[in-house]
């Protein structure tokens, strides 16, 4: 479905893509892995013809490079964060249906693959964050693409948006979709992925089974902590005082942690009266959401 040869991009003597190459099979589910500045978002823009390169990439059996519309047409793109006009979720697959020239009766089975359906007379701004995403996966399933490219799609969701999005991702694949999707969750990685690709300073440094990935890697292991916005200033200053190494995202904290320690910086909490709203555990390097592109 996806051969890429040699792929290089340069921006002046930067080197995004050093001389990749991958072949991905339809019904695959591909990740990529890798630091911010790897490469990961470079790849995916390459795919979708958006950036000039050398080397060969093809799709669906099409030169990117030479047919780049008719390579797009085999592909359903979902970025990190999707920017729609202030109508109604049916107002707004009608006008992307016909801006793709794709069947606006699909856009009733569509709703329902995204679990929209019920929600079709709704504002888009009165959207949560996770019914957002699916309205985008819903755009980008419109033309019924063999191909979905999804860059870190649930890196702003809270916990239960982010597994209702991998589900239907999921049930997508298992019906033949392609997948291709970069992502900074190690768990993400072994719930969507059967192969991971591991990008390191624009070049193909590792490509294994996700769940060889952390033990390849040496990752570590963080806990994402969700904490009231008037306790996070206490919950960082407790972190600082036990020596935790840990990083603040928003309204909630990032905190690193042993293999066999996952409950101790919950109990610190919990015995400073620090109320936690939700966790959620991530195997992984930890990439911060706002830095968000290669």
């Known amino acids: ?49 958006i950036h000039g390169f050398e080397g ?51 856009i009733a089975a569509v709703l329902e693959q ?19 995403q699916r309205l985008a996966l819903a755009v980008a399933l419109l033309a ?4 979905l490219i999804l860059d870190e ?20 694949n298992q019906a033949g979709k392609t997948v291709v ?3 900074h969750r190690l768990d993400e990685v072994i719930a969507l992925g059967s192969r991971v690709l591991v990008l390191t300073d624009g070049r193909l440094a590792l490509e294994c089974p996700p769940r060889e990935l952390a033990q390849r890697l040496g990752l570590h292991r963080w806990l994402r902590i969700w904490v009231p916005e008037d306790q996070r200033e206490a919950t960082i200053a407790l972190f600082d005082r036990e020596g935790y190494t840990y990083m603040p995202n928003g309204r909630s904290v990032y905190v690193q942690i042993s293999h066999g320690g996952k409950l101790a910086p919950l109990r610190s909490l919990e015995l400073a009266n620090v109320t936690i709203e939700d966790f959620d555990l991530i195997e992984g390097e930890l990439i911060v959401q706002d830095e968000r592109h290669d």
Request: charged share 20%.
């Open 181 to 183: 999707f970069s992502s």
């Open 56 to 106: 060969e990439l093809s799709i669906n059996g099409v030169d990117v490079r030479k047919h780049g519309k008719a390579a797009r047409a085999a592909i359903g793109y979902v970025p990190q964060e999707t920017i729609f006009y202030d109508m109604s979720v049916l107002e707004t697959l009608d006008f992307y249906a016909h801006l793709k020239k794709a069947k606006v009766e699909r």
């Open 153 to 172: 799609p649930t890196a702003n969701l809270d916990v239960q948006a982010q597994r209702d999005f991998v589900h239907t991702v999921q049930s997508l």
């Open 114 to 132: 995204v679990q929209l359906g019920g929600h079709s007379a709704k504002r888009v701004n009165a959207l949560s964050g996770g019914m957002k």
């Open 144 to 147: 019924d693409p063999p191909v």
């Open 1 to 49: 479905m996806i051969i890429a040869r040699n792929l290089t991009k340069r921006y002046g003597k930067l080197t995004a893509l050093d001389d990749v190459s991958f072949t991905i099979q339809a019904g695959e589910s591909v990740a990529l892995w890798g630091a911010n500045g790897a490469g990961k978002t470079t790849a995916l823009r390459c795919l979708l013809g």
